[in-house]
């Protein structure tokens, strides 16, 4: 590919011998930025080169990208000010929001569906303590993710009962139904909002499968990302919303395992699945006003900002 000169939005400081520091402001020359680094960008900086994050930098000779921007906007005296987190949709975030759908998917399946490999991931699982959070990220997802598959699947599962019962069309619905509305919320997330991929976890029963290579990259997104922020409330309240649409669909088949000569299986097996959804909601609810509530020294009016942004 032709090389080209670029404008750095946001500083990066290199992880390894591989990568490159950068700050705002700097103008780099863009050596390779093709899909195959994975939303990588190799750079040079004077007699020094090294990959930076693709989406930390700009083409100067790109006039329709937003430019870079400087300042502590919550000085400014309006009654609704943007805050620096709107300098970070502008630069990262604006051309997920504004993707087509079918980009987006293609996007989320690329990004969620392959494992991990190359330069992303390696400077975290090199370091002692980045593996053991990334690897802890993983196993809770997983276990997130099977839980989820549970409650979806309990319907429809043989948890106690005879060889003589069969699964009635009651329960059949209540899984097809519960997993209908699940697959179209998640494609809504992914039409309607930025980062794509972290709307795409909560895909029914393929959610599993994502637990399995995304792990590392959620850890990346939500813990050293310039746009943490905004990637844990997004990725919190996507798993809240999708954990709401799964506690009536549970009520429904608790109700049919009570009814005589309409389901199947012990009580137990729904109730602990309610409950767990109830308890998953809060801890979802939990975590991302937790997260405002510690990340809101760099962001003071965040929420506002989400609201006017539509985000």
């Excluded at 709107?86 to 998917?105: D, G, P």
């Amino acid at each position: 590919m032709t090389s080209y000169q670029a404008q750095v939005l946001h500083e990066y400081t290199a992880q390894d011998d591989n990568q490159l520091t950068v700050q705002p402001g700097e103008i780099v020359t863009i050596l390779d930025d093709s899909e195959t680094l994975h939303g990588w960008a190799l750079a040079q900086k004077g007699d020094h080169d090294g990959y930076v994050p693709a989406s930390y930098v700009r083409s100067i000779e790109n006039n329709n990208a937003p430019a870079y921007i400087h300042g502590n906007y919550n000085e400014m005296t309006e009654d609704w000010q943007p805050s620096g987190f709107q300098s970070i949709y502008e630069t990262v975030l604006s051309a997920e929001h504004h993707s087509s759908f079918f980009s987006k998917l293609r996007q989320s399946v690329r990004d969620v569906l392959i494992p991990c490999h190359g330069h992303r991931s390696n400077y975290i699982m090199q370091s002692r303590d980045t593996r053991r959070s990334a690897i802890l990220t993983l196993i809770f997802g997983f276990i997130l993710c099977a839980f989820d598959a549970l409650s979806i699947l309990a319907p429809i599962l043989p948890f106690g009962s005879d060889e003589e019962e069969k699964t009635s069309t009651g329960q059949i619905l209540v899984f097809l139904t519960n997993f209908l509305c699940r697959m179209i919320l998640t494609f809504v997330f992914i039409a309607k909002y930025p980062r794509p991929s972290l709307n795409f976890t909560t895909f029914p029963l393929l959610n599993v499968v994502a637990s399995l290579t995304f792990g590392v990259r959620i850890y990346e997104s939500l813990e050293l990302g310039d746009n943490s922020e905004y990637d844990g409330y997004r990725y919190y309240r996507s798993w809240m919303w999708s954990v709401i649409v799964n506690v009536p669909f549970q009520i429904i088949a608790l109700v049919l395992v009570i009814m005589p000569h309409n389901g199947r299986g012990p009580i137990v097996v729904p109730i602990l699945v309610l409950v767990g959804n109830l308890l998953n909601c809060c801890r979802c609810s939990l975590a991302s006003w937790a997260r405002k509530e510690t990340g809101n020294e760099y962001h003071a009016d965040f929420e506002q900002t989400i609201k006017q942004l539509k985000l």
